[in-house]
């Protein structure tokens, strides 16, 4: 078959599957003008569908950005901030400048404070070698923090273009219908201005004559949870409303199960403290003994210790251990990426994680 390009986003056209790059129906091939339904959605209803791509492929693009002048707002989500990072994306950047806008941020406890994580996350960018300008907390879903965050971004970028990078899951497209429908003067300034280019996944949306927003797909981080997980699934441990926060008080050799996709075991400690547990309200979490952990999780899991549910249990990985001795007399989180964490009040303590193979757990300071 003749290779097709979006006439969009220059994307190379296919078939197969909605989520990658490129997709158009087989019906939208007989059209004179073949554009991806990405593109599609944007044209004709103002609406950005994120999509995903693999690593290497999103990093191979990134050098384009770094070519160009412009101003580079990485999307992240609270929930899970280092397992939304962009791994290398300091290499690509240039001397662009970078504004960080943490998403989700209607999902903290409202006890938390905002400006110590704003801080935090500073110090996280520049774990993964990068120094931002700003950070905006936000939510796409109840509107907090995003009309400030769209004045500032106008205010910033000094007439430029701006690059919205994130992985997926984050929020991003979220992100950028809400500035799409709130941000620009003329309501319909993308479907009477159509976008040209040749930006191999690309989307640049017009803000003025001269600059545009460009959407870049979202990259895969594959040692988040959530790519183990069956949309069920998925909908039961991705959290909708603000997080309630649960607290097991603990003794050494007591197990928790974070459903059946985690486990959490005191493997040392002087004595009985509280570790708060921070999940979506619809995941259970279930307290035993460690001796009888093994037999229940053999006997129970996709039962008691649910989700992984019957859809995800098929291709369900083993759980790998990893064990952490926590030293420092400040809270620590303990990190499951994509899914959660479990605040450990005080240093002293040996702590072992089980996550499927390939997830990755977090040892980071407080956040709450």
Not at 131 to 138: G, I, T
Not at 200 to 224: A, K, V, W, Y
Not at 315 to 342: A, H
């Amino acid at each position: 078959m003749e290779e097709l390009y979006c006439q969009g986003c220059g994307a190379k056209i296919q078939t197969e599957d909605e989520n990658k790059v490129g997709y158009a129906p087989k019906s939208a091939l007989q059209r004179e003008e073949i554009v991806c339904k990405r593109c599609f959605r944007l044209k004709h209803y103002n609406e950005v569908q994120d999509v995903d791509m693999t690593a290497d492929d999103f990093l191979n693009m990134l050098h384009d950005i770094g070519q160009r002048d412009g101003l580079i707002v990485k999307v992240v989500d609270l929930f899970d901030v280092h397992g939304s990072f962009i791994q290398g994306l300091n290499n690509f950047v240039g001397h662009n400048p970078i504004v960080l806008v943490g998403n989700k941020v209607d999902l903290l406890p409202k006890s938390t404070n905002l400006n110590k994580v704003k801080n935090w996350m500073r110090r996280v960018a520049k774990d993964f070698g990068l120094q931002v300008k700003e950070v905006f907390l936000v939510s796409a879903v109840d509107g907090s923090g995003m009309d400030k965050t769209a004045f500032e971004l106008e205010r910033l970028r000094e007439g430029k273009d701006i690059f919205v990078v994130g992985s997926t899951n984050v929020g991003k497209s979220t992100l950028i219908n809400y500035f799409i429908q709130n941000s620009t003067d003329e309501k319909d300034v993308i479907t009477t201005s159509y976008f040209p280019g040749t930006t191999l996944g690309f989307i640049e949306i017009p803000l003025d004559d001269r600059s545009d927003m460009i959407d870049t797909p979202g990259i895969i981080n594959h040692h988040q949870m959530s790519h183990y997980l069956s949309k069920n699934d998925l909908k039961i441990v991705t959290p909708k409303k603000e997080i309630k926060p649960k607290v097991f008080q603990l003794n050494q050799g007591q197990t928790l199960f974070i459903g059946g996709l985690a486990r959490f075991d005191i493997e040392q400690a002087s004595e009985k403290i509280g570790y708060v547990c921070y999940f979506s309200n619809d995941l259970s979490i279930h307290r035993t003994k460690q001796e009888k952990a093994d037999q229940l999780y053999k006997e129970h899991l996709g039962e008691l210790l649910s989700p992984p549910t019957n859809d995800t249990l098929d291709n369900w990985p083993e759980l790998v251990k990893e064990t952490f001795r926590i030293t420092s007399n400040n809270k620590t989180d303990v990190v499951f990426s994509g899914l959660g964490w479990i605040t450990v009040p005080k240093g002293g303590v040996t702590i072992s994680a089980y996550v499927p193979k390939g997830v990755r757990v977090i040892i980071r300071e407080a956040i709450i």
